[in-house]
C-alpha cells in the first residue's frame, strides 16, 4: 500500500503504475475527474513498452533522454540524435558485455510474454 500512498501525492509527481492503483476507490475520488485520469491511464496500458528492467538500464536510458533533449532543443537533427544514443548504447553493451546483456534481454522477453506483453520488432523495422 505504500506505493499508492506515493502516487497518490502530488508532490512525489510519480504516476501510477499499477491495476490496483488505477482502481482503488479512494484515488479515484481523489481530485476532480481523477476517476476519467485514471482510466485514460489504464486504458493506455496495452500500449505501453516496460522499461528494461537489466544492469545499465539507467544509463542507457539517461543516454537516449539526453539525446532526445537535444533533439527538442534543435541542437541536433533527431536522426543524428537517435544515431549518437545508438552509438553510446553500443558502448554500454559492449562495457558490460554483449553476451551477457542479450542474456539478461532474453530473460526479460521471456518474463514480457508470459505476461501477456508482445514485442513487436517489426515495428522498429518499419520506422527506418
Known amino acids: 500500500m505504500s506505493s499508492l ?12 503504475w499499477r491495476v490496483s492503483h488505477l482502481r482503488n476507490d479512494k484515488f479515484r475520488k481523489l481530485f476532480p475527474d481523477a476517476d476519467k485520469y485514471l482510466d485514460a491511464i489504464e486504458q493506455s496500458f496495452p500500449l505501453l513498452v516496460p522499461d528494461p528492467v ?27 540524435a537517435l544515431d549518437t ?19 539478461f534481454w532474453g530473460e526479460k522477453l521471456h518474463e514480457m ?12 523495422a518499419k520506422a527506418k
Do not use: C, H, N
Not at 544514443?85 to 542474456?103: L, S, Y
Not at 510474454?113 to 522498429?124: N, V
Open 5 to 16: 500512498k506515493i502516487v497518490m501525492d502530488a508532490k512525489t509527481i510519480m504516476d501510477p
Open 54 to 80: 537489466i544492469p545499465a538500464a539507467d544509463e542507457y536510458q539517461r543516454k537516449r533522454s539526453f539525446e532526445i533533449t537535444d533533439a527538442l532543443a534543435k541542437r541536433k537533427s533527431p536522426k543524428d
Open 85 to 103: 544514443a545508438a552509438k553510446e548504447w553500443d558502448k554500454v553493451t559492449e562495457r558490460r558485455g554483449v553476451d551477457k546483456q542479450k542474456a
Open 113 to 124: 510474454k508470459q505476461l501477456g506483453i508482445e514485442y513487436r520488432p517489426e515495428w522498429a
